[in-house]
């Protein structure tokens, strides 16, 4: 299980938003860049990034700056924001990211996905928010009528073996996390998954390093290190002490 700090960009500032509401926005770096600088600096080995403005426009916004983070910065970048055509997927492969997410294209463009996963299934990671259960897209603004653990449990059947799953109510809220939900959703994966959305302590890691091994192989926060309840030096060991 590794650490993933995680960027979300909104004018290519490094920001974090509460709940996903663009409303209610925390400007933490005016320079993303610099800020994936000093998260190599200080250990990660990937960093998560979210081009807000992509996800909300449902085209890249911020690829500058990310191509200069994937540029400047020798760590595993992780993509994803507005990836909705083949063009931008292989753009941002040009770049240098390791890792894309396809988030509303699951639900809404089945045919992409297909595409993508044809091409390039080493490179796709499905990406899942929900709140309360249920899947949101476009930015998170959007809610559907599909539950998220069903969502969950077909990626295998479209040859997807890799999951970020953020749960919105608790994103950027630093209020902790359900760690059994995590657990299940793994086993409705049938292979592990990266948790996001309300870690807040080094307790939320320790929980989710308790749950089945193999369950979660990553855990992305942002707010958390951000604000100092942990440094990104802390988490990196925190992950590392359980999944021994």
């Known amino acids: 299980m590794i650490l993933v700090p995680a960027i979300d960009i909104l004018g290519g500032r490094a920001v974090r938003l509460k709940k996903g509401d663009y409303n209610q926005v925390t400007v933490y ?48 970048i992780e993509i994803g924001g507005g990836i909705r055509t083949m063009e931008t997927f292989e753009r941002y492969l040009k770049t240098g990211a390791q890792r ?7 639900v809404r463009d089945m045919q992409f996905c297909e595409q993508c996963v044809a091409h390039y299934a080493d490179n796709v990671v499905a990406g899942i928010d929900a709140k309360d259960g249920m899947v949101a897209i476009e930015g998170w603004r959007e809610g559907t009528s599909t539950r998220a653990i069903d969502l969950v449990a077909e990626l295998k059947e479209r040859g997807i073996h890799e999951l970020v799953y953020t749960d919105i109510a608790r994103d950027g809220m630093q209020t902790g996390i359900d760690a059994k939900a995590y657990g299940r959703l793994a086993q409705a994966a049938g292979f592990a998954i990266t948790a996001s ?48």
């Not at 894309?100 to 699951?106: I, R, T």
């Open 29 to 76: 770096n005016e320079d993303a860049v610099a800020q994936a600088k000093a998260f190599e600096r200080s250990g990660a080995e990937r960093i998560h990034i979210v081009d807000l403005d992509g996800a909300r426009n449902g085209a890249p916004t911020n690829i500058d700056v990310i191509s200069a983070i994937a540029r400047e910065c020798n760590v595993e």
């Open 100 to 106: 894309l997410v396809l988030g509303s294209a699951l």
């Open 197 to 244: 959305g309300g870690i807040a302590t080094l307790d939320d890691i320790r929980a989710l390093g308790e749950l089945d091994a193999g369950s979660i192989d990553g855990v992305i926060t942002g707010r958390a290190i951000y604000e100092g309840a942990f440094s990104v030096e802390e988490g990196i060991a925190e992950c590392r002490r359980v999944s021994c």
